[in-house]
């Protein structure tokens, strides 16, 4: 596509269960992250792909906490016995990471809303 | 570690006035700095970057920030605000050889006719 793309766009669940948030980066891009932006904050590092592997999973506050992105494309972050104060927008952005110099911007997604009861 | 101060919670400005948006950031060597805006339900949208080089770069929708090395300041401005400016704005920092993006908590910004 275009640009990234994230689903689904708004989540509600219930305090305790399990959630899966997806994004789909620009075609092309070997580098995916993942942050989160809670109420009145600017987002925070969650964790960033270099294809495959994570290469920097330093933001993820606790094991309940986990992302893949199997083929090097598509993420998909998963919350498992979710709490109430994980209620924020997860963020995804892609980059390619080709050029030299640092010139590697990252290109953000809509978000993903979530809310925990 | 890398951080970031935006100390400027919330501005408000008359259309046409100048804006000037502060950063200061937190790291020993020259970093990445970029300013990001966030509108109602939009993703963040670069609006400028400095790597290295000139210390006054341009970005899109007419502004423009300056690196400062001995203030470790990356202030955004623009000369005369637009009511379509009216959104948040967040100053980021990457360091070189780390792909981690820390941001600032972000300005809002409020335009008056």
Redesign the interface.
């Known amino acids: 596509g275009a640009g990234v793309s994230q689903t689904p766009s708004n989540k509600v669940t219930e305090k305790g269960k399990y959630v899966e948030l997806r994004c789909d980066p620009i075609s092309g891009h070997t580098a995916l992250y993942w942050y989160r932006q809670s109420l009145g904050q600017g987002p925070e590092f969650l964790i960033y792909f270099q294809g495959t592997g994570a290469a920097d999973d330093s933001g993820l506050p606790n094991d309940r906490f986990f992302a893949v992105r199997p083929e090097g494309s598509v993420s998909t972050l998963k919350i498992q016995r979710t709490e109430r104060g994980d209620s924020a927008v997860y963020l995804c952005a892609s980059s390619s990471l080709l050029l030299a110099g640092g010139g590697n911007e990252q290109f953000f997604g809509p978000g993903t809303r979530l809310t925990v009861l | 570690a890398q951080s ?1 101060t935006q100390p400027d919670i919330h501005i408000t400005v008359s259309e046409g006035a100048s804006l000037e948006l502060r950063c200061n950031y937190s790291y020993g060597a020259t970093p ?1 700095l970029f300013w ?1 805006v966030q509108s109602p ?6 609006l400028l ?1 400095y ?2 080089g000139d210390t006054l770069v341009q970005g899109i929708k007419g502004f423009e920030a300056e690196f400062k090395r001995s203030q470790s300041s990356f202030n955004l401005r623009k000369p005369s605000v637009h009511w379509s400016d009216a959104a948040e704005y ?1 100053c ?1 920092v ?1 360091t ?1 050889g ?9 300005t809002k910004l409020q335009v008056i006719p």
């Open positions: 970031v990445y990001y339900g939009q993703g963040l949208q670069l970057k790597f290295s967040f980021a990457r070189g780390y792909q981690k993006v820390t941001f600032g908590t972000g």
